[in-house]
Structures are given as C-alpha cells and as structure tokens.
C-alpha cells in the first residue's frame, strides 16, 4: 500500500494524464485513475473535488455543468494549459523514478 503522503504529491500527474481520454465527470476520474493503478492510487471524493476545484482555478482544467437523465453533472475536461502542464510533469516524475532507482534501487512504476 503507497502511503498517502507520497499519494498527494502524485494527484496533479494523474488527473492530468487521465483527461487525455477526454472529458470526465469527477467520479470517473477518480475510478479511472484507482483501475489504471490496480487499486494503488485511490482518492475519496471528499479530497477529491477540492483538487479538481484547484486545478480549475490553475486553468489547467475546465468544468462545465450538463443535464443528464439523472440530473446536472459536472464534466471537466483538459484546457491548452493543462496540456502544456502535463508535459513538464511527466518529465519530472520521470526525473524521480530515474533518482530513487540510483539512490535506492527503486524500480521505476
């Protein structure tokens, strides 16, 4: 299990990379991201929507209200920005692996 300290740092990567799928409501972005990691990365929603919210105000993501069948949902999708974003920080995340895996014999994930 990855402790949740390490898991905060890695929410921006996640989301970020998740959205180059498309558009996503909040709760599938957080299902998505818990299926793609095989459970290792799992958010609640609790703590997750204040940094959906963040990353909004950082203009690297856009909400928008739809009307469904089951009532208004907020779909949230990558803005230019985002996209320009996500670059720097898979590079960075990639620097990290590759400077744990010197240091400690970390494989990369």
Same mark, same amino acid.
């Given at each position: 299990m990855i402790a949740s300290a390490i898991k905060r740092?890695? *929410?921006?990567? *996640?989301v970020l990379s998740v959205f180059e799928y498309g558009a996503l409501h909040g709760y599938e972005i957080a299902r998505r991201i818990e299926r793609q990691t095989k459970g290792s990365l799992r958010f609640t929603l609790a703590a997750f929507y204040p940094l959906l919210y963040?990353?909004?105000?950082?203009?690297?993501?856009?909400?928008?209200?739809?009307? %469904?069948?089951?009532?208004?949902?907020?779909?949230?999708?990558l803005t230019p920005a985002g996209k320009k974003k996500l670059t720097p920080l898979r590079s960075e995340w %990639?620097?990290?692996? *590759? *400077?744990?895996?010197?240091?400690a014999g970390v494989a990369n994930a």
């Open positions: 740092g890695t *929410a921006e990567v *996640a963040r990353l909004e105000k950082q203009k690297w993501i856009r909400g928008a209200w739809e009307t %469904s069948p089951t009532g208004r949902r907020r779909r949230d999708r %990639s620097e990290l692996f *590759a *400077a744990l895996h010197r240091l």
